[in-house]
């Protein structure tokens, strides 16, 4: 099985009133295709920083991450911006949704920005909308959804360009107890069925049991308890 993400000796540090603070220290990770992982952690302890460099949204001070076998470091931003739109899917705590965008013009947005043709991209905007159960919400503004109907969209647009790795920061935050297991099942079903990496950071107990693997962030670290 190969690992479409790998994490290699991750540091990061930041200054904080002319102080150095290590947030991250020599981070190891590796997520093999159809894997799930969870990451959990309190508060302050990295677990975004460690997900945005994971992501390529933010630079380590050193080490490197590989996506599909292929190194991150060293690109210039045009290269990175390219990587995060057809290698990465995010979802963050809220949905992020464009406001003045239909539904199905969210997903589409991105897989223009890609270069798929828009009758293709259509077309895999309403496929992805169908899985997340929103074939009927094509056409909504995201004010008019409910919380977790957002959340499918952001997967949903997540995937339009096929990720190799799919990233997800506190995903159910805002949700309540069943419709952010809900969230999750669809993450763990897409990371599956679709052979992708997944790392989903959380604090809800809940939805460990959809995942393959529990990890702490403790001192920089991850590491399995
Ligand atoms: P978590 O997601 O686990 O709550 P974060 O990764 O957001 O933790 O933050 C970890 C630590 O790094 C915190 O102490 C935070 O203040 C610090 N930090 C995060 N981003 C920056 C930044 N851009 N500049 C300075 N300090 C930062
Ligand atoms: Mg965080």
Do not use: W
């Amino acid at each position: 099985m190969r690992n479409r993400l790998e994490i290699q000796e991750i540091t990061r540090t930041f200054e904080d009133g002319g102080i150095e603070r290590k947030i991250l220290d020599k981070l190891n990770l590796e997520v093999a295709e159809g894997e799930l992982v969870a990451v959990m952690g309190p508060s302050g302890s990295g677990k975004s920083t460690f997900l945005s460099i994971a992501g390529a949204l933010l630079e380590p001070t050193s080490g490197d991450v590989l996506l599909d076998g292929g190194s991150i470091i060293g690109k210039n931003k045009q290269e990175l911006s390219e990587l995060r739109l057809r290698k990465i899917g995010f979802i963050f705590q809220s949905a992020n949704l464009i406001p003045y965008l239909k539904v199905e013009e969210q997903l589409v947005l991105v897989a223009k920005l890609a270069g798929m043709n828009k009758t293709e991209a259509a077309k895999r905007a309403k496929e992805l909308l169908d899985k997340m159960g929103l074939s009927h919400r094509l056409t909504a503004y995201p004010q008019k959804l409910s919380g977790g109907e957002r959340q499918r969209v952001a997967i949903a647009r997540a995937l339009m360009n096929d990720p190799a790795v799919l990233f997800a920061d506190e995903p159910t935050a805002s949700l309540d107890a069943s419709r952010g297991f809900d969230v999750v099942s669809m993450i763990a079903k897409q990371v599956k069925h679709q052979q992708k990496s997944g790392v989903i950071v959380t604090h809800d107990d809940r939805v460990l049991s959809l995942c393959d693997r529990v990890l702490f962030l403790e001192g920089g670290k991850l590491v399995q308890k």
